[in-house]
T-cell receptor, first 113, second 117 residues
Framework: AQSVTQLGSHVSVSEGALVLLRCNYS??????LFWYVQYPNQGLQLLLK??????LVKGINGFEAEFKKSETSFHLTKPSAHMSDAAEYFC???????????FGTGTRLLVSP | GAVVSQHPSRVICKSGTSVKIECRSL??????MFWYRQFPKKSLMLMAT?????????EQGVEKDKFLINHASLTLSTLTVTSAHPEDSSFYIC?????????????FGPGTRLTVL
């Protein structure tokens, strides 16, 4: 069965600093991988996704993630944090042919001035 | 595109009453919709998968008679919490799958905050 591990329930960065949110997955077959962002009391917004092809995926708001099969990782990065990036971020995996999204436990990004 | 709405956004009800939450895909047809529950500071827990015109598939541990799901059309799914109790208080989020490609991307609604007194 597939699973997702997000290291660090909280990540704190200063405005302008690099953002790195870690995600590792477990799947016996090639997965589709997603990053979602959730602002307080709101639903989830899709940031980016990896299905096939290019392993470096660019998303909205300047975020990108790289699929590394050898490391079973899909870390999310942004070169320069903005105050508006403060939110909860969820990594998720879906197995080809199925529709169930499996979520990680989430990482809260805190951005200080 | 790919907008999903939920109604109501917030509901407060008395213990023992039933509450209906609607999930609509506004600009696409969704053959499959999903219902999640999110506890404070926790991840999303899939409750059920709802396919248009057929019975919902519930995850293990989710009471079918408690959480009634109806997917009557390609743009609407409803979740009814029957005889709600305080422990049912939670944030309920729906999502819908686009009917294109094979990426199975899910687009999420804004969520409904249910408080049972």
């Amino acid at each position: 069965a597939q699973s997702v591990t997000q290291l660090g329930s909280h990540v704190s960065v200063s405005e302008g600093a690099l953002v790195l949110l870690r995600c590792n997955y477990s799947s016996s077959v090639p997965p589709y991988l997603f990053w979602y962002v959730q602002y307080p009391n709101q639903g989830l917004q899709l940031l980016l996704k990896y299905t096939t092809g290019a392993t470096l995926v660019k998303g909205i708001n300047g975020f990108e993630a790289e699929f590394k099969k050898s490391e079973t990782s899909f870390h999310l990065t942004k070169p320069s944090a903005h105050m508006s990036d403060a939110a909860e971020y969820f990594c998720a995996v879906i197995v080809t042919g199925f529709q169930k999204l499996v979520f990680g436990t989430g990482t809260r990004l805190l951005v200080s001035p | 595109g790919a907008v999903v709405s939920q109604h109501p956004s917030r509901v407060i009800c008395k213990s023992g009453t039933s509450v209906k939450i609607e999930c609509r895909s506004l600009d696409f047809q969704a053959t499959t919709m999903f219902w999640y529950r999110q506890f404070p500071k926790k991840s999303l827990m899939l409750m059920a998968t709802s396919n248009e015109g057929s019975k919902a598939t519930y995850e293990q541990g989710v009471e079918k008679d408690k959480f009634l799901i109806n997917h009557a059309s390609l743009t609407l799914s409803t979740l009814t919490v029957t005889s709600a109790h305080p422990e049912d208080s939670s944030f309920y989020i729906c999502s819908a799958s686009l009917q294109r490609g094979t990426t199975d991307t899910q687009y999420f609604g804004p969520g409904t905050r249910l408080t049972v007194l």
